[in-house]
């Protein structure tokens, strides 16, 4: 049994709005961007592995950090994806979570 099966979609979503609150996106920053995997809601990114160490927190009282997640970012990436979110993964193609999606490549408009 996961660590992470405790959490459920809305244990996922306020851990998000925590991290908002905490001013998570200074966190990431500071780190240098978000780790390979990364959980995207309504236009805003976030680290899969601290989200779901959050969410954990909110359903048993116990915060994981993403070492402590089984497979780390990856681990995390896919019980997200089992509970509906979307996550980009950003590692190579022979590494990726299944039912993840990779970085769609920018494209420069000509003027």
Known sequence: MSLLNSIDRDH????METWDAAGGANYMLVRGGVSTHVLMHHG????????AGIAHGLATGRTLTPADIPGGGAG??????RLGFDIRDDSPPTERVPGTRARTPRTSSAS
């Open 44 to 51: 805003k990114e976030y680290d899969a592995a601290a989200i």
């Open 12 to 15: 996922v979503l306020t851990a």
């Open 76 to 81: 995390a990436s896919k019980h997200l994806v």
